[in-house]
C-alpha cells in the first residue's frame, strides 16, 4: 500500500508569507496527487487534483505542483482565513485504494 | 449544486451494526462518471478511506482491504430509487468511533464534493 508523508507536521507562519507544504509518497504512481483544506468541524475541502490543477473556485494564492513520489502545496501570500489543516490524497488503481496523508497544521502567528 | 446529506445514528452498541445513509442531490447516483465513497476520520487514524461503488454499465464496488480495519464487515450498497447511497459495518468496536463521510469522486481521483460528517461514537 502506498503510504503518504507530510511535511512539516504543523506550521506557523506570518500573514502575507509564502509557505510550501510537502507530501512525499512510498512509491511512485502515475495517478496525480490531490490536496484538501479541512476547517475545524468541516469536511475536507477539495484545493488541488492532478498535482497542480486548481479546483473551480479555490484562490490563485494556492498552487501545487510535483509528480511521481514528491507533491508541494503552496500558498504564495497567506491569510487569515488559511488556518487549517491540509490532506494530501492518492489514489492506487491496483488494487483500488485511496491513501491520505497524515495533515499539516498550519497556525497563523 | 450538488449536496450530499447524511442521516443516521450516532451512537451504536459494541457487536452491533453501523448504518449510515447519504442522501445526493444535484447529481446522480448512476452517473457513470463519478463514484461514491465512505471516508471516515480519528485521531488515531486520521483520513481514512473505506469504500466505494460506482456505475459503469453495471455496478461495481471497492473496499479497503489494505489496513484490515474494515475488512469483511462493510457494505457500501446504491439505492436508484432513493438516489442515496448507504454504508453498513457490522460488529464495530469502540475503534471505529469516528466521523463519517460520504464524499463524490469524479474522474480525476478526487471527493470534490462531502457530506456534512457524522460523529458516529461505539459505547454500551
Known amino acids: 500500500a502506498i503510504q503518504l508523508t507530510q511535511s512539516p507536521s504543523s506550521l506557523s507562519a506570518s500573514i502575507g508569507e509564502r509557505v510550501t507544504l510537502t507530501c512525499r509518497a512510498s512509491?511512485?504512481?502515475?495517478?496525480?496527487l490531490a490536496w484538501y483544506q479541512q476547517k475545524p468541524g468541516k469536511p475536507p475541502k477539495l484545493l488541488i487534483y492532478?498535482?497542480?490543477t486548481l479546483e473551480t473556485g479555490v484562490p490563485s494564492r494556492f498552487s501545487g505542483s510535483g509528480s511521481g513520489t514528491d507533491f508541494t502545496l503552496t500558498i504564495s501570500s497567506l491569510q487569515p482565513e488559511d488556518l487549517a489543516t491540509y490532506y494530501c490524497q492518492q489514489f492506487n488503481s491496483n488494487p483500488h485504494e485511496f491513501t491520505f496523508g497524515q495533515g499539516t497544521r498550519l497556525e497563523i502567528k | 449544486q450538488i449536496q450530499l446529506q447524511q442521516s443516521g445514528p450516532g451512537l451504536v452498541k459494541p457487536s452491533q451494526t453501523l448504518s449510515l445513509t447519504c442522501d445526493i442531490s444535484?447529481?446522480?447516483?448512476?452517473?457513470?462518471?463519478?463514484?461514491w465513497n465512505w471516508i471516515r476520520q480519528s485521531p488515531s487514524r486520521g483520513l481514512e478511506w473505506l469504500g466505494r461503488t460506482y456505475y459503469r454499465s453495471k455496478w461495481s464496488k471497492w473496499f479497503n482491504d489494505i489496513s484490515g480495519s474494515v475488512k469483511g464487515r462493510i457494505t457500501i450498497t446504491p439505492d436508484t430509487s432513493k438516489n442515496q447511497v448507504s454504508l453498513q459495518l457490522n460488529s464495530v468496536t469502540p475503534e471505529d468511533t469516528a466521523i463519517y463521510y460520504c464524499?463524490?469522486?469524479?474522474?480525476?481521483?478526487?471527493?470534490?464534493?462531502w457530506g456534512q460528517g457524522t460523529l458516529v461514537t461505539v459505547s454500551s
Open positions: 492532478d498535482a497542480s
Open positions: 444535484g447529481d446522480n447516483v448512476s452517473n457513470n462518471i463519478v463514484a
Open positions: 512509491q511512485g504512481s502515475s495517478r496525480a
Open positions: 464524499a463524490r469522486e469524479w474522474a480525476v481521483a478526487a471527493f470534490d464534493n
